[in-house]
């Protein structure tokens, strides 16, 4: 899929794996290349879809579709679940994370009609927050949890990556 000036958005493949470890390695996100390993064959199984967006011969920014949630609300109701969403800090606010969000969904509307995410509770996740609640998703409703483990009320957390609101929305089906 091609969007403006010159930014494509395709899959993770061999050719491109070991640009897209090394753009966000290089940002600072400890992204190794054994991530994207597995995420290829991940995608090889049918378990995951990885959409990269490019820009030249540059990735700038990549979400995956995981068929089969590690939460245990979204795999009981079969909810595909929006993960690990990262975009070059300097390529953000452009459009380009809407169009892998926009790509993601329509990936996800022909097998399911809904589509989950889940999204960190500290400042650094502030854009992705504000962002998945224009798309309009709507908290699940079942609180945090770290470790895909319901926090309970009252008891200590630990705020890191782990520690997550979870979203669904409603997708119409593809005819």
């Not at 054994?34 to 064959?41: I, Q, S």
């Not at 820009?55 to 068929?67: A, E, F």
Request: hydrophobic share 40%; charged share 30%.
């Amino acid at each position: 899929m091609e969007l403006m000036d010159g930014i494509v958005i395709t899959r993770l493949s061999e050719d491109n794996a070991a640009r897209v470890c090394e753009a966000f390695s290089r940002g600072g996100l400890d992204k190794s290349r054994d991530l994207f390993d597995r995420y290829l064959r991940e995608q090889d199984a049918d378990l995951r879809v990885v959409l990269v967006a490019i820009h030249g011969d540059r990735p700038i920014g990549y979400l995956t579709v995981v068929w089969e949630s590690k939460y245990p609300p979204f795999r009981q109701d079969r909810v595909p679940e929006i993960n690990d969403f990262n975009m070059v800090p300097s390529f953000r606010r452009r459009g380009i994370g809407t169009a892998l969000m926009d790509e993601a969904e329509t990936l996800i509307r022909e097998r399911s009609t809904e589509a989950g995410i889940g999204v960190g509770m500290y400042a650094d996740y502030g854009p992705a927050q504000r962002m998945y609640v224009l798309r309009r998703y709507v908290p699940d409703g079942l609180g945090l949890t770290t470790n895909h483990t319901p926090v309970a009320a009252g008891g200590p957390v630990k705020v890191d990556d782990d520690l997550v609101l979870w979203f669904r929305k409603s997708l119409e089906r593809a005819m």
